[in-house]
């Protein structure tokens, strides 16, 4: 840790009865950093994230919010929600029904007893800040989905608080509103130098809003890193899977260079690929290839097979080509429609990853 850490948890430990929900997870955040926990149903990111809250009893561990401690396992230090002055930010937007804009948003620094002029100075700055100043006198059902979504960060925001948690602050917006309102709230966070914890199920909502990406898997982190190396450098097959749009075959190791493997699919489909476990000749693997590595091509080339092209599927920006191999399915991505029947498709070993 450095003194630039703004939250820190160390071996957090938590069971609901005898099933162990965290299983001794350590992460950090740093000031005016982004980091998203993401993972499947069941993984343990939003029991992290409320723990960090104090919305959630963990039996083992430590946090500390800004040197702070807020909870030892150990020390008996168990500070409640209310006094650790974080952000919160939840997925229903949790906004009084019957409360202006502006008083949901004055409702923190009411219960802090802050003076009259103050909390007028900081929602209407809060606001401003959020392009919510025009609707301060309006209740929340005569909003939209991405306006309650933005009264609900200006409350958290209001008192400054020095982390602010964020539980799937997306997910009630429909697949467009997602995407504005995911740069939208990236560029709010690097604006205002915001120190976030991010709970997501949705790689592509990580990726694009996170300085870091923590991958949960069955209480533990499974890989943490950047971006970019999560989706290009996975350590286990999980994290290779879980980062991207694949395409997953079965096969058998049938020679070996170094790294590189040759592995036999259905068909008598052959694929060179980067040796990822500790798999040789003669075993059983699985083969992971991104959809976007694989490219059509025109005539027959090293790295290149023919196979079946059953259909293309319009999705608007790009054509999906679907494949079959044995029983299983190959799905590349271009820019044009093409007819069924035998094409050229391109293999990048680079993009095939063997496990």
């Known amino acids: 840790m450095t003194d630039k850490t703004i939250l820190a948890v160390d071996r957090l430990a938590l069971s609901y009865g005898s099933n162990p929900i965290l299983k001794g997870v350590s992460m950090h955040l740093q000031r005016g950093e982004v980091v998203s926990l993401l993972g499947p149903s069941g993984s343990g990111k939003t029991t992290l994230l409320r723990a960090v809250a104090g919305l959630e009893q963990p039996h083992a561990g430590r946090i500390t919010i800004a040197g702070r401690c807020i909870y030892d396992g150990g020390g008996s230090v168990d500070v409640p929600a209310e006094a650790r002055d974080l952000g919160l930010v939840f ?123 923590l991958l949960l898997n069955g209480g533990v982190i499974e890989q943490q890193g950047r971006p970019e190396e999560m989706y290009s450098q996975p350590s286990t097959r999980f994290v290779a899977d879980f980062m991207g749009s694949n395409n997953q075959l079965r096969g058998q190791v049938v020679e070996q260079r170094g790294e590189e493997v040759c592995v036999k699919c259905a068909d008598g489909l052959r694929l060179w690929g980067r040796l990822r476990s500790g798999a040789g000749v003669g075993d059983e693997v699985e083969v992971l290839i991104r959809v976007e590595q694989l490219h059509l091509m025109h005539e027959a080339g090293e790295h290149r097979a023919r196979l079946d092209l059953v259909t293309s599927m319009f999705l608007g920006d790009r054509f999906e080509y679907v494949f079959h191999v044995g029983d299983q399915l190959v799905r590349a991505w271009g820019k044009r429609a093409e007819p069924p029947g035998p094409q050229w498709v391109e293999f990048p070993p680079e993009a095939v990853w063997v496990f």
């Open 91 to 213: 997925q229903s937007y949790a906004l009084w029904p019957h409360k202006t804009v502006f008083d949901n948003v004055a409702y923190p620094l009411r219960l802090r007893k802050v003076s009259g002029d103050e909390i007028q100075r900081r929602v209407q700055t809060a606001l401003t800040s959020l392009g919510l100043a025009h609707l301060a006198e309006r209740y929340p059902h005569q909003l939209s989905g991405g306006q309650q979504q933005r009264v609900s960060i200006a409350r958290a925001l209001v008192y400054n608080p020095p982390v602010i948690l964020l539980d799937e602050p997306l997910s009630n917006l429909d697949a467009k509103m997602r995407e504005e309102a995911r740069a939208w709230l990236r560029k709010l966070i690097v604006e205002m130098q915001l120190s976030a914890l991010v709970v997501t199920h949705d790689q592509s909502e990580a990726m694009a809003m996170s300085d870091r990406i």
